[in-house]
Nanobody, 123 residues
Framework: QVQLVDSGGGLVQTGGSLRLSCAAS????????LAWFRQAPGKEREFVAA????????NYADSVQGRFAISRDNAKSTGLLQMTSLKPEDTAIYYC????????????????WGQGTQVTVSS
């Protein structure tokens, strides 16, 4: 099955932007639903965004709708999360994840995870 490595996190000021990357290897990336989750200190891991295998269907958490954009390049086995207008409450470890389901929002539906990348938004 595919393995995921996520990267691109960092420290940014309120209102700034970051782009996270998720590099896949060892499997057929285009078979998988791809998503981003995040986990802030002391909180549960929560859904951020998902994109289906072909890139034709996307879903976002209400908290990031209109600010974040998920995309994928199956030829490069890469997923991206473009984050704009960042807020301090976006501070978290961000994880990319893959699932064989056509679309899913629940953590338990994802069986493949990246190692996480830290995003910190200063006020």
């Amino acid at each position: 099955q595919v393995q995921l490595v996520d990267s691109g996190g960092g420290l940014v000021q309120t209102g700034g932007s970051l782009r996270l990357s998720c590099a896949a290897s060892g499997g057929t990336f285009s078979r998988y639903l791809l998503a981003w989750f995040r986990q802030a200190p002391g909180k549960e891991r929560e859904f951020v965004a998902a994109i289906n295998w072909s890139g034709t269907n996307t879903n976002y958490a209400d908290s990031v709708q209109g600010r974040f954009a998920i995309s994928r390049d199956n030829a490069k086995s890469t997923g991206l999360l473009q984050m704009t207008s960042l807020k301090p409450e976006d501070t978290a470890i961000y994880y990319c994840a893959a699932s064989i389901r056509p679309m899913a929002w629940v953590r338990q539906d994802y069986g493949i995870w990246g190692q996480g990348t830290q995003v910190t938004v200063s006020s």
